[in-house]
């Protein structure tokens, strides 16, 4: 009898084993700026980080976001945790980081025990992808919109810069100009700018918004995809665009644009294919775009 009962308690303790806290993170090695980024989940709350390699550095100051978590997302990673699976995996799997492709860990921990894998960024793990996948679905929510958290630290005087902020209603994030040098006036949301601005604005709010006021290469999304992403662009002028793609050595794998185009929001859709229309290979990718003396280039994570 006391065999049986042992027996019970061991097959409970392997097999009904129930998730406490999630954490997972990224991180790239040949970066700058904001390199990693931490996700701690439990029953109730997300917690967000992004930063960087240097703690002291005075510009990248870490991004923190906290929300709650949905009920029904806690309930459907505890069902697709396999804790058997999950604790025979090694600490390291593949070769995480390797010629700049990134990394991601995932850390787990249950009623007694805590396993942390980390593996090459967007791998997927046998048994556990839809565990994973879910992971990544909150860690990607908090991507869409860290940018809104960040305000640039440029110094004792806050000169001029895009200040970016989460528009539930519109459902994105919005960008106007914040400046605190020469009489310009700080405004948190743009509905405080349109009420309370004045000619010591750098962009007047009378003038017909109907167009861009700057040039602008926007996030792509989604990012990391899966094999489609757009690249949203703003022409405040008309003039010859060229939006490229390359590797990480600095290859063009893509031209997407190059041809004249009129002022407006534009955007382009790039399925993952080089110039000869062959699929590309999962990684990390840069898009830039040049429109006279402007350029600007972004970092994009293509995933297999």
Known sequence: MKRIQLLLILTSLLFGQDIIQIKTGTFFGMCFGYCLSQLTITDNDADYTLYGWDENDPVYQPV????????????????EFNFEIFMSLDSIIGCPDCADGGAEWFEIATNDTIKKVTIEYGDSLNGLNN????????????????ACYFIPQTGSCLAA???????????????FTWGGCDGLVPFETMEDCESNCNESVQVSLDQNFDFPVIFKLNNCYPNPFNPVTTLHYDLPENGFVNITIYDMLGREVKTLVNQTQDVGYKSVIWDATNDYSKPVSAGIYLYQIQVGDYMQTKKMVLLK
């Not at 565990?131 to 860290?146: D, K, M, T, W």
């Open 64 to 79: 923190a976001i906290s929300d709650t978590i949905d009920s029904t997302i806690w309930e459907n990673l505890n069902t």
């Open 131 to 146: 565990l994973i996948e879910l992971i990544r679905s909150v860690r990607y929510s908090f991507q869409e919109i860290q």
């Open 161 to 175: 810069f895009p200040r970016y902020y989460y528009d539930h209603e519109e459902n994105e994030c919005l960008e």
